[in-house]
């Protein structure tokens, strides 16, 4: 009996439906993630250990705040009142993992422009802190399954560590003086407490006394206050950075990276102390500590448990 070898013709395959096949199992095993981008560069180095983990992103940038070069990514730009229309995006291209990272400035509500869902979350936010108001956007995306991650969770290694990271004009590097540690701990105490009333995650003070606390402005705005309020002929003039104790990191990261330290050296600020393990650099720690030596700067990590 004779074989009879039986050929396929390329023009017999429905070519259009075995590629969309195949292109709806890629998607489907494929990690996905969009990155809500606010300023600064911190949302691209998510996007890039994101990436180099296997996911597939997708970035959001913030209209008229972000503002960093995401041309290697997949971009659709949102409004930051445009809710609706974000999580229609991101529920379109079948993703059901969120991250939102970025310095984000709040405009007024005539500026907000809020679309359909954002007017009715508005009602609830409009007597709400910070904090409420970002669990209220993080519940809203829940409602269709797109859980919220903290950007630490692409970046473990991107936080501030405990200890001196450098101390200016010391030649014991690992001893801070009295005067300092004094300054630390009153300024951390302060900061726990306002915390508990969602206010405050950074603040000034010099010789015992508060010059500024951080509000919506944000904390090199807030050195950037205090600069014509301190003493230059007065003590150590301190900056303090910690988390809320109310705040949810999933949804608002504090940040700390070379600009604050320019900041604060404008400014006549020549300590930081910054909450260890908890608060995000905004670059990577030899830059930090490259910044603390051109501008003369102490910087040290605290324990939360300092405050005691």
Not at 40 to 54: F, N, R, S
Request: charge should be negative; aromatic fraction near 6%.
């Amino acid at each position: 009996m004779r074989d009879e070898t039986v050929f396929v013709s390329p023009t017999n395959v429905n070519w259009t439906y075995w590629l969309d096949f195949v292109e709806k199992r890629v998607v489907h095993y494929m990690k996905r993630l969009a990155i809500i981008a606010g300023k600064g560069h911190l949302p691209i180095d998510v996007a890039a250990a994101a990436k180099a983990t296997g996911y597939d992103v997708l970035i959001l940038p913030i209209e008229g705040q972000a503002d960093a070069d995401f041309s290697k990514y997949t971009v659709s730009q949102i409004r930051l009142g445009g809710i609706g229309k974000t999580r229609s995006i991101i529920m379109q291209q079948g993703i059901d993992q969120l991250v939102m990272v970025g310095k984000v400035v709040w405009p007024s509500i005539g500026a907000l422009r809020p679309d359909f869902d954002g007017v009715k979350l508005l009602g609830k936010m409009m007597t709400r802190g910070d904090d409420n108001v970002l669990r209220l956007v993080a519940a809203y995306f829940s409602e269709k399954g797109i859980e919220t991650l903290a950007p630490d969770r692409f970046l473990p290694n991107r936080k501030m560590p405990l200890g001196i990271v450098h101390n200016s004009g010391s030649a014991d590097q690992g001893v801070i003086s009295a005067e300092a540690n004094r300054a630390i701990t009153y300024g951390a105490a302060v900061l726990e407490s306002l915390g508990k009333h969602d206010v405050g995650q950074s603040l000034v003070l010099q010789n015992g006394r508060i010059i500024a606390i951080e509000a919506a402005e944000g904390s090199d705005e807030m050195i950037a206050r205090s600069a014509g309020l301190l003493d230059p002929n007065g003590g150590i003039a301190c900056f303090v950075k910690m988390a809320k104790s109310t705040q949810d990191l999933r949804l608002d990261v504090p940040v700390f990276g070379g600009d604050t330290i320019r900041s604060a050296s404008m400014a006549g600020v020549s300590l930081l102390a910054i909450e260890a393990e908890t608060v995000m650099l905004a670059d990577d720690l030899s830059s930090i500590q490259s910044f603390c030596t051109a501008y003369d700067i102490t910087l040290v990590g605290i324990e939360r448990q300092c405050v005691s």
